[in-house]
């Protein structure tokens, strides 16, 4: 597992209803019993269990040889959260394909730190960024809405009949510029 020293961002965590500084340097991994703990947090949380993925599915999307580079950060040997980003995913452009954040460190900013690093660190001379969220997951859709991103697509039906998944995108302008 390589650990990526040049950048930390100082992420507000709140524990007994006091803000305290944790340190957040994900590391990106393709050690198989890491992918498999993170294919586990996936299939247990919203909205893959809603949407009825299965272990297997979950493992299958987040192997090397689907060309998503996965992003873990760790306390104590547990997941706290992972990302898994497709370099080229959307036009070409970076796209976050899952962001998952355990139970009991949501609401504490990692997502956004690691939004932060996914265009900050990953991708710093992207004009645009991308990510599909889930019509059941409102609470998602917001963190991305507040971060700068911006629905400009929906997709009727994508996992199940009458779900739906939101395109999002975050641009710094054109691609091409006049």
Known sequence: MATNPILLFDVPRREERKIVTATFKPSETTDEKIILKCAELMMSSTPWNQLLFTLEE?????KPEQRVRVFVEMESEEIVAFMAVLPGGFAEEPMV??????????????????????????????????????????????????????QVGLLEDFNILGQQEFIMRKTKGPRHLQ
């Open 58 to 62: 979950c493992l299958e999307t987040l």
């Open 97 to 150: 394909e899952y962001l998952c954040v355990s139970e009991g460190a949501r609401g504490n900013g990692v997502g956004t730190a690691f939004m932060q690093y996914f265009e900050t660190a990953l991708y710093p001379d992207a004009i645009n960024y991308y990510l599909l969220v889930s019509d059941i997951n409102g609470r998602a859709k917001r963190l991305y809405e507040r971060l700068g991103y911006c």
